[in-house]
């Protein structure tokens, strides 16, 4: 454990480097995050309009950002949001007038993705917001990518369409029939180019597998199969078959009054494709070995902390519930992230993780207040960076953290249109808990928990980060250089 | 600081603690407020119970309840009355707790304030669709409704999310209804007087049983009730 300290304005990783903004997105800029009437103009955009960024719209609730993924090679970037719609972005190869500079991230599709539905039987209504993305790894030439909701998971393939073919001998330009008799010669079709075009199509529906809602979506290095968990269940499908899933963990009870733990999240492991882990809202860890058994309820590790006699509360429970769980890029950790910390969990021990890092800890004594408001079950994602050597979460009051594992050093920045113009280096950030106060820092009480980041991404090998705050996407890069180090 | 400790201690080392952590811990009471003046430590105690019940309350009515935030609060209220004194409004009961569980000493610990919130709580869950037949422990109606026969006693609210369509086909229509229990309102867990006075059959009270609360009993809870706590209450028994 180190202590909440202020770095200097630096990447974390290394320490003399600036961060900056390389494109800031804001609601009104990426047309898909727009509630506007008419959605049909905006799917040829392929470039942000930077004009909108000044156009702060009326925010509804369809634009909050729900999840944010980027793909294998961190070209592309999706995200979801409340109103089932998911939008991609896509990195700008590199300018040849500007061979240092990276390239940016802009528009490259939006479609709808879920919609709500109505449940009968159980007179339900089922939200359309998007809770996971998650990428297939790229195949041929198009892209796939999995979307969930509460109780459905769908396949889409992202394909582009650069070529049309001319030359038809039987029809026309307009596609009509010709008159045979017109037809002296004959001719070989060409292929010509035209205008970029993205096509979306669903390919697959993967419904009716879960009572409760599901949490987690997590694509196998197999490529051949994923597992989507809900709060008691999580099943294994296999990509092409929709019709039937198998069920590889089942905590739910015999009895329903005998609930008292649920399942929060689950993923694979990035490459034994026979082992997943899942977490739970008691705050530990199951990691299970599919080969084991095939129902996978006995767990092969048991990965729990005890609880610190000196912080018990009433609330200890609630705190120490994982939100999310994430395997480490080398696959020999696990990053977990509950109400107060983030914990690297070594796979090799069981009884206690290798490393906690604070949040905010300073919320600890408001634990009360913030059972009172709800804030206490808000569910935080974590991040690992390419090389394993940085972590990073959201907060509150639009606030981030990243914790560098090496040199213990920590930093806390902001993502807000205020504090950072496009371009600029991002200021870090401090709470004051009392006690000395600097001239920027922020008082404990007047932090907004209404702003919380609670979705973040990492490019998978570069210093590229996407913060999700509401429906604003952020995206920073570290410009002086992103190679991974 | 915290409101309770959890170690084993004195019980007026506890109630020492308690009062410290109520004036640290309880700021987002208002100061002025009925509940804080006292600064008893039954208070802190009572008003995270009560905030805990209304949470339950309100999760139990969303048509589809959030089931982590459920079994949180849940858990939470059961650490919270585990750890409030037990008040002795209701005769003992004859059962010794068996079990160490949580569950267990719900039900050995008859504690007034909790039945009868959750009686309340009952009474308002009826609203619910789908539970017509709930039945109201606290009613002058008479015993408890079920919409089926044999069901086993569970939290009923929490199996309301019944089971996916395509487990229902595998069930045939019996899968339907006997996922829709209702022991909720019957259940040990909130009719622990009853539970305690008179064992039921293995699958809860039968339809010829209420949990036994009288006229008398229910103006005991009612003054119990008003005399300890600030906080908005649902609507009490006998409107």
Partial sequence: MFREEPAAAAWPARPARPLRIASVCGGGACPGHRARPSMGEDTDTRKINHSFLRDHSYVTEADIISTVEFNHTGELLATGDKGGRVVIFQREPESKNAPHSQGEYDVYSTFQSHEPEFDYLKSLEIEEKINKIKWLPQQNAAHSLLSTNDKTIKLWKITERDKRPEGYNLKDEEGKLKDLSTVTSLQVPVLKPMDLMVEVSPRRVFANGHTYHINSISVNSDCETYMSADDLRINLWHLAVTDRSFNIVDIKPANMEDLTEVITASEFHPHHCNLFVYSSSKGSLRLCDMRAAALCDKHSKLFEEPEDPSNRSFFSEIISSVSDVKFSHSGRYMLTRDYLTVKVWDLNMEARPLETYQVHDYLRSKLCSLYENDCIFDKFECAWNGSDSVIMTGAYNNFFRMFDRNTKRDVTLEASRESSKPRAVLKPRRVCVGGKRRRDDISVDSLDFTKKILHTAWHPTENIIAIAATNNLYIFQDKVNSDMH | ?239
């Avoid at chain 2, 007026?12 to 006292?38: F, I, N, Q, Y």
């Avoid at chain 2, 089971?163 to 829709?180: H, M, Q, S, V």
């Fill in chain 2, 1 to 239: 600081t915290m409101l309770s400790k959890g170690l084993k201690r004195k019980r007026e080392e506890e109630e020492e603690e308690e009062k410290e952590s109520l004036a640290v811990d309880a700021w987002w009471l208002d100061p002025g407020h009925p509940a804080v003046a006292p600064a008893s430590p039954a208070v802190a105690s009572s008003s995270l119970f009560d905030l805990s019940v209304l949470k339950l309350h309100h999760s139990l009515r969303q048509s589809e309840p959030d089931l982590r935030h459920l079994v949180l609060v849940v858990n939470t209220l059961r650490r919270i009355q585990a750890s409030m004194a037990p008040t002795a409004a209701l005769p003992p009961v004859p059962n010794p707790p068996a079990a160490p569980s949580m569950a267990d000493n719900l039900l050995a610990s008859s504690d007034a304030a909790l039945s009868a919130s959750m009686a309340s709580l009952l009474e308002d869950l009826s609203h619910i669709e789908g539970l017509s037949q709930a039945p109201q422990p606290l009613a002058d109606e008479g015993p408890p409704g079920r919409t089926t026969g044999g069901a086993p006693p569970g939290l009923g609210a929490l199996d309301l999310l019944g089971p996916a369509t395509g487990c229902l086909l595998d069930d045939g229509l019996e899968g339907l209804f006997e996922d829709i229990d209702t022991s909720m309102y019957d259940s040990e867990l909130w009719a622990p007087a009853s539970e305690g006075l008179k064992p039921g059959p293995e699958d809860g009270l039968g339809k010829e049983e209420a949990p036994e609360l009288d006229e008398a009993e229910l103006d005991y809870l009612m003054d119990v009730l008003v005399g300890t706590q600030a906080l908005e209450r649902p609507p009490g028994p006998g409107r």
